[in-house]
């Protein structure tokens, strides 16, 4: 049974969680906290962030470290804020630090951001409870919650001697140009098979050691929701060339690197929460999905997110 299955019957249990629930689903998210980043500026990475051995031994510290292992290991959320099997580091890697992999460092400095298309001011919490929401298909903590202060605090001593408001080079992922000729599921199917599987599953369900998530699902009710930023086709290919396989950065062409991520996110997975205030999935392709992405779209000869599968998520069952 997989970790993230075993624990619903304790939320389930829980009444008042299911109530809590209900309002979340009640404020479903109107605003997109997950649009593309803007391009990151060109040049070379000079930020460094602090090393580990010279976070502080007080207070401050100790929000620090706190804030640290949520991030790396989301799992101890699990069944409160997170429902599915990943943790923030598997998609911002070496602990939010690497570049080009949305670097913590560089986020902190650049909220609030205001955005034009709503006219309205993100914060970063918004902006950390959208990855709650959508890229670890769960319930975000509310403002204001020890979760949200220890990860902005990690952040904010992550970013030490960081402009603000300043966009960094190696901000957000690399953007790769798509290939003339668009990209080949078929194609990223055999790559998958001779360079992906062994770590992440021939079913995309990823391992786990122990009931610890080693390697991430990537499809499938334990990955990302359709709500994700990374369900993105452009998205997961510059994520991929620059980062996989693990430990083999930008060994991929460009190409391959595309056609890995139309195969990888031409698979099924939670349904984007957004579903529930919408009348179809029609509607909900057409307000939230204007994207390079699969959600909608026929794949061997089944619309993808067609369903009312909202994986593990208690908050998320709609009719
Ligand atoms: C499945 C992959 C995935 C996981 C897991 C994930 N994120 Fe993200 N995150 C993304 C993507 C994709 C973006 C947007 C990048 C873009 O649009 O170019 C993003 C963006 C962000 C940003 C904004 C970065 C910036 O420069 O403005 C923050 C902050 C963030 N994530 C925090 C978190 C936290 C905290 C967690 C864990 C609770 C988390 N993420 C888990 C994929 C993920
Ligand atoms: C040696 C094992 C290994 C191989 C091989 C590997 N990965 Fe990964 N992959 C990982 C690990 C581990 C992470 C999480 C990184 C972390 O937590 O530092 C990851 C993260 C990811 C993610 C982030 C999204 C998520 O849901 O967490 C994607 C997408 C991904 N891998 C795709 C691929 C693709 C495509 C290939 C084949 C080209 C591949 N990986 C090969 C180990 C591997």
């Given at each position: 049974?997989?970790l ?6 304790v939320?389930?249990?829980s009444?008042s ?37 010279d ?28 429902f ?7 998609c ?9 992999s ?7 400095g ?5 955005r ?33 202060v ?9 970013s030490?001697?960081?402009p603000?408001?300043?966009?960094l080079p190696?901000?957000g992922?690399?953007?790769l140009?798509k290939?003339?000729g668009?990209?080949?599921?078929e194609?990223?199917?055999k ?10 599953g021939?079913d ?7 009931g ?5 699902p ?22 991929i060339?620059?980062?996989m ?14 056609d ?14 957004r ?14 999905h204007?994207?390079d ?27």
């Open positions: 049974m997989n993230w299955k075993s624990s619903l019957s939320v389930a249990s009444l969680i299911l109530a809590v629930s209900t309002l979340v689903n009640a404020a479903a998210p109107e605003v997109d906290y997950q649009k593309p980043l803007p391009a990151a500026p060109e040049g070379q990475v000079t930020f460094k962030p602090p090393q580990e051995r976070i502080p031994n007080n207070q401050y510290g100790d929000m620090v470290r706190q804030g640290r292992d949520l991030f790396v290991n989301t799992q101890q959320l699990l069944g409160k804020n997170v599915n099997g990943q943790n923030c580091v598997n911002h890697l070496d602990a939010g630090r690497l570049a080009s949305a670097p913590m460092w560089a986020a902190f650049m909220y609030p951001a205001y034009g298309k709503n006219d309205k001011v993100n914060t970063l919490s918004e902006r950390i409870q959208g990855c709650f929401t959508y890229s670890m298909n769960g319930i975000p903590p509310e403002s204001g919650d020890d979760t949200l220890a990860l902005e605090t990690y952040f904010h001593w992550l030490t001697g960081a603000i408001n300043q966009a190696g901000r992922y690399a953007k140009e290939p003339e668009g990209y080949d599921r194609r990223g199917a790559l998958y098979t001779a360079q992906c599987a062994m770590c992440h021939d995309g369900s990823g391992q786990q050691v122990a610890q998530v080693v390697f991430p990537l499809w499938g009710d334990g990955a990302y929701n359709w709500g994700a930023g990374m369900h993105r086709v452009n998205t997961a290919a510059g994520f060339k620059a980062n396989p693990l430990g083999k950065p930008n060994s991929l062409s460009d190409q391959d690197a595309w890995l991520a139309a195969f990888v996110n031409g698979h099924e997975r939670p349904q984007d929460p579903r529930r205030s919408q009348d179809s999935l029609d509607s909900t392709v057409k307000t939230f204007n994207h992405g699969l959600y909608g779209k026929e794949v061997n000869g089944k619309r993808l997110g067609d369903h009312d599968n909202y994986g593990e998520n208690p908050g998320l069952v709609s009719k």
